[in-house]
């Protein structure tokens, strides 16, 4: 079985951000970089794919700068086989139909019989890649998955809906899957698998050879939300800001009244 | 300007999220029309144009037959804009449909200000200005942001939409998350703990700040996933509703969906190290501070009033 998984690399969402000297983005520089955080449930169920099916085979693709390999070593020592970066130092300037496109003219005469993709990107959040990318390769797409089984060529898949309501859903391969929160348990990559994915073969290609749609949209500009509420702010040392906690509470609320 | 509004049913009744849409076309101007694979035993309060395809003979999930009635539609109502809720049903079609139309996708759009679509990036500590290139778009509306259209009336003119039923994915049921467990809904207090807390050890110091102030404890989705704490505890979107007296949310950064489950809250403490998270724009007070310093203090000073 071939399988492909579809990583993004993503700033940590607690970093401090600043907006950047085009106001479409924000500065990239000085921030930590860390796997976007439903796609390690999507090479966590490939890996358990592989560990279940004798002879399937993982790659993982990232396309960005070359810093995006270190996010691909973390999935290579998680137990994907190979991988595939397409260097891209403007991917944050793609829309999800470009990158979806760049994805696909990689993978069109691959035949992948399984892809997993997060069911969106922490950072830009669209939600589109992995439905996008099936419908070009036409291939069957199941979005929020929670849950996924595989047998004899077919997948039982449940879906998760709002207000803690699941679909059962079954579908023959080729098929591709977004991955939500909570699939599974993400492994943690043991040391020898680390030292044994810096062997693992790293392929890079050029985005220019695979790049063949325009962008559909573009950021006009990019802005700090103004804080509306004008709830207070306390800083200081912890004892202090305890007490001033308690004071607050006896007086804004009933509670320790 | 035209909008095709993208309504959804679940379990053969409509959905009475067609309100947000409702609310976003009157922002946006312009006529709209309906569409929607449901029942007629269960239709939107709508005065318009209603596209109606039967969901017992089209099911309610049969993405690849859905994406067929509703292109039919739009070749029929040619908008200039199709509207769907940023939801399981709406961001699973909504590519579909955009990627057969060649049309630019926006999603979950919070707001809509002279012709420019605005959506959040990094969890919502920024926001984006969005320009579309092509004639026709796409959009997905975050759960929320656009509020109930007040008073809803009138009934739809309907118009049948039908086709094959053909779908590559056989749906096989629902079913509902195991109820049972703790009722968060009642609780007056809670103290929730969000991935913040760091390991699984801390929730207890979270859950007894809770006793100290005679509430409940809650959670995150990401310590719930853990499996730190039961499902039945967890805060938001895929878990409980919460309107307490008082909610203090240690390490939480209030993600839309966290914030969905828990902003009905009548006073808000937020504890957390980073003083842009979003949690601070509905906290009534954000402290800045490592939650594992302050809340043993705080826990200790509480219990000894
Ligand atoms: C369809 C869908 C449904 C979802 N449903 C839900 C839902 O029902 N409920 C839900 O909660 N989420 C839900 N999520 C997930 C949601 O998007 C967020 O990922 C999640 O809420 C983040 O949880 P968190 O705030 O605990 O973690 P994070 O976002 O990782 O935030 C951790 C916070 O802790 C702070 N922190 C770290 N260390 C400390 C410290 N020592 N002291 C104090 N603060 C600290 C950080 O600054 C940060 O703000 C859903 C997502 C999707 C896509
Ligand atoms: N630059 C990228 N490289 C590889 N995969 C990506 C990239 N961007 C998005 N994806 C995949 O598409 C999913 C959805 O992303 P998005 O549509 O941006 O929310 C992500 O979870 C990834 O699996």
């Known amino acids: 079985m071939n399988i492909l998984v579809c990583i993004k690399q993503v700033p940590d969402m607690e970093s401090k951000f600043r907006i950047d000297a085009s106001a479409a983005w924000f500065d990239t520089a000085d921030l930590a970089w860390r796997m976007n955080e439903y796609d390690e449930y999507g090479v966590e169920q490939a890996v358990r794919l592989k560990e279940q099916v004798a002879g399937a085979d993982i790659t993982v693709l990232s396309i960005g700068p070359d810093k995006v390999k270190e996010t691909m070593k973390k999935a290579l020592a998680m137990g994907c086989d190979r991988g595939v970066h397409i260097t891209d130092s403007d991917v944050s300037r793609r829309d999800p139909a470009e990158i979806a496109g760049i994805i696909a003219e990689y993978a069109r005469d691959k035949n992948f019989d399984m892809i997993f993709t997060g069911m969106q990107s922490q950072d830009r959040g669209s939600g589109q890649v992995g439905v996008l990318l099936a419908e070009m390769l036409s291939c069957a797409a199941v979005t929020t998955i929670v849950d996924f089984s595989y047998r004899e060529g077919r997948i039982e898949v449940k879906r998760e809906l709002e207000g803690g309501i699941r679909a059962s859903v079954a579908l023959n391969i080729p098929a591709l899957v977004t991955c939500q929160l909570g699939l599974n348990k993400p492994r943690y990559p043991t040391l020898p698998n680390i030292m044994k994915a810096k062997k693992k073969e790293l392929l890079s290609l050029p985005v220019e050879d695979l790049r063949k749609l325009e962008s559909r949209q573009q950021t006009a500009r990019i802005y700090f939300p103004e804080k509306k509420g004008g709830g207070l702010v306390l800083e200081g040392d912890p004892a202090r800001l305890a007490d001033e906690l308690i004071q607050i509470l006896k007086q804004k609320t009933s509670i320790l009244a | ?305």
């Open chain 2, 1 to 305: 300007m035209k909008l095709l509004l993208v309504a959804e049913c679940r379990d053969g009744i409509v959905l009475g999220n067609y309100n947000e849409l409702l609310s976003f076309a009157g922002k946006a101007g312009g006529d709209h029309a309906m569409f929607l694979v449901g029942r007629e035993s269960s239709l939107p309060h709508y005065g318009g144009r209603l596209y109606l395809a039967d969901s017992v003979k089209h099911g309610e999930y049969r993405p690849d037959n859905h994406k067929k009635l509703l292109l039919d539609t739009i070749a029929k109502e040619k908008p200039d804009m199709i509207v769907f809720c940023h939801s399981s049903y709406g961001w699973d079609l909504a590519p579909r449909v955009a990627w057969a139309l060649k049309a630019a996708q926006v999603s979950e759009v919070v707001d809509y200000v002279d012709g420019d679509l605005v959506v959040p990036v990094c969890n919502a500590k920024l926001r984006r200005v969005v320009r579309v290139l092509t004639g026709t778009t796409v959009v997905t509306l975050q759960a929320g942001a656009f509020s109930p259209a007040g008073e809803l009336g009138g009934s739809p003119v309907i118009e049948r939409v039908t086709g094959d039923n053909e779908s590559r994915i056989e749906f096989l049921g629902y079913e509902a998350v195991e109820a049972g467990g703790v009722d968060l809904a009642k609780a007056e207090i809670i103290v929730s703990a969000g991935r913040g807390i760091g390991k699984p050890e801390n929730v207890e110091m979270v859950a007894a700040l809770a006793r100290a102030l005679g509430g409940e404890y809650g959670a995150s989705r990401p310590v719930v996933d853990s499996e730190w704490v039961e499902h039945s505890r967890q805060v938001g979107t895929t878990g409980q509703s919460v309107a307490p007296k008082l909610y203090v949310a240690c390490g939480i950064s209030g993600a839309i969906q966290h914030l969905a489950g828990m902003k009905k809250s009548e006073f808000v403490v937020a504890i957390n190290t980073d003083r842009d998270a979003p949690i601070g724009e509905i906290a009534d007070v954000l402290v800045v501070a490592d939650l594992t310093q302050l809340v043993p203090i705080l826990t200790a000073k509480i219990s000894a009033l």
